[in-house]
């Protein structure tokens, strides 16, 4: 039998958004502008691919895929290694291609650790203005899987581009996109 999908999980104990909104997306990405060349792509890759913060900082020059414009991304997944590619657009392959300039195959994008990584976003959430608990790298992630639900983009793919192992996590986006659900509501009035 297939566990329900959870729509709490986008949601704190209080209530409270775990995602980014469009508002607060374009807040986000203003305040991108006056970040460094590091921070802007490292921030840009996690909110326009979905990728968990692990996911970017272990980017490395071999991971781009320069001629179908994506990034593969490595993780473990029950265990095993396990690759997927998500398509970025080409400014930001761009982006990513001149920190690559120079560096080994094998060398991440990023020589940070975890935390460092964490505070760079934190400080540009800051910058926007953002607070909560969608002020964080996750919520970058909920808010790609809820944008992707949102334009409607298939179950599959959102999916394989966010790497769940299990169609029940898609769902939570699905079934939380609020555009959607504001225009039914609409409807209504």
């Known amino acids: 039998m297939t566990k329900a999908p959870d729509i709490a999980e986008l949601f704190d104990s209080t209530g409270r ?4 909104c469009e508002t ?3 807040r986000f990405y203003r305040a991108l502008t006056k970040a460094d060349p590091n921070t802007r792509a490292f921030c840009q890759l996690i909110a326009l691919t979905g990728c968990r913060i ?9 991971h781009l895929d320069h001629d179908a ?3 593969i991304f490595r993780t473990l997944k029950r265990r095993r290694t396990v690759f997927r590619a998500v398509p970025v657009p080409d400014i930001l392959m761009r982006d990513l291609a001149a920190l690559a300039s120079g560096l080994g195959a094998d060398n991440c994008l990023w020589p940070w650790a975890r935390q460092t990584g964490w505070r760079k976003i934190r400080a540009v ?4 203005e953002i607070n909560g608990p969608m002020a964080m790298p996750k919520g970058l992630r909920h808010a ?4 992707a639900a949102g334009e ?3 179950p599959s793919l959102i999916q394989r581009w966010l790497g769940h192992a299990d169609p029940d996590t898609t769902a939570i986006y699905i079934n939380a996109v609020g ?3 504001r225009r039914f509501a609409e409807r209504l009035w």
């Open 17 to 20: 958004r775990k995602y980014l």
């Open 24 to 26: 607060e997306l374009a």
């Open 54 to 62: 692990s996911e970017a900082l272990a980017t490395t020059p071999k």
């Open 69 to 71: 414009r994506r990034v």
């Open 125 to 128: 959430m800051e910058r926007a």
């Open 144 to 147: 790609y899987g809820i944008r």
């Open 152 to 154: 409607n983009v298939p």
């Open 179 to 181: 555009k959607e659900e």
